[in-house]
């Protein structure tokens, strides 16, 4: 996902990409999510704004995953039950 917005430069490919990973974000996708919040702060600008203008319902403003560039915050933290932890100490 961190190639895409190298790949991907013309705004008509960009709105469908977008679109595409924002659909499977909406689907509970949980790895295409996990990957976007790993990933998104390396996006140029105008990829997180669009990102973050379709997933505004999914933002959670008390518990951002991610806050961008500009003080947005993006999608919400994980709950605590679903996070991993595999250390055995």
Not at 9 to 17: H, K, L, P, S, T
Not at 20 to 38: F, G, H, K, M, T
Not at 59 to 69: C, H, I, K, M, T
């Amino acid at each position: 996902m961190a190639y895409l917005p190298k790949i991907i430069v013309d705004a008509d490919q960009i709105d469908d990409c977008v679109l595409a990973i924002c659909a499977c974000v909406d689907s509970d996708e949980y790895n295409v999510r996990a990957a976007l919040i790993e990933r998104i702060s390396g996006f140029p600008e105008n990829w997180q704004k669009k990102l973050a203008e379709e997933l505004v319902e999914k933002a959670d403003p008390d518990n951002p995953a991610v806050v961008l560039y500009d003080g947005t915050p993006f999608l919400s933290a994980p709950p605590k039950d679903e996070w991993t932890d595999d250390i055995p100490f």
